[in-house]
């Protein structure tokens, strides 16, 4: 079994950064492929970024390329989400999802933390 928790959601003004968080318990982290979704209200949990096992393989939705990156420290547990020129846009309820295979579709994955929530203001 494996438990998510996300961290360092908050408000940021349009312009501004912040990175998110996820640390998992149990010692099949870095066999996991781990994603980022985000739900904003009165939409469906969408796709932001995933990312391979090994850490060597990222994917990114059109809308954060360029903007949001993915990463992982397996010594730690913990996949991160650095999101930069962030847009009133991208406030959203932020999902961390660990799965066997980085996909971009939320059935593939298995384990899910919380949330986080990102507030970007214009």
């Known amino acids: 079994q494996v438990q998510l928790v996300e961290s360092g959601g908050g408000d940021v003004q349009a312009g501004g950064s912040l990175r998110l968080s996820c640390t998992a318990s149990g010692r099949t982290f870095s066999y996991a492929a781990m994603a980022w979704f985000r739900q904003a209200p009165g939409k469906e949990r969408a796709f932001v970024a995933a990312?391979?096992?090994?850490?060597?393989?990222?994917y990114y939705a059109d809308s954060v390329k360029g903007r949001f990156t993915i990463s992982r420290d397996n010594g730690k547990n913990t996949v991160y989400l650095q999101m930069n020129s962030l847009k009133p846009e991208d406030t959203a309820v932020y999902y961390c999802?660990?799965?066997?295979?980085?996909?971009?579709?939320?059935?593939?994955?298995?384990?899910w933390g919380q949330g986080t929530q990102v507030t970007v203001s214009s």
């Open positions: 990312v391979s096992w090994s850490g060597t393989t990222t």
């Open positions: 999802a660990g799965g066997a295979a980085a996909r971009t579709i939320s059935n593939a994955y298995t384990y």
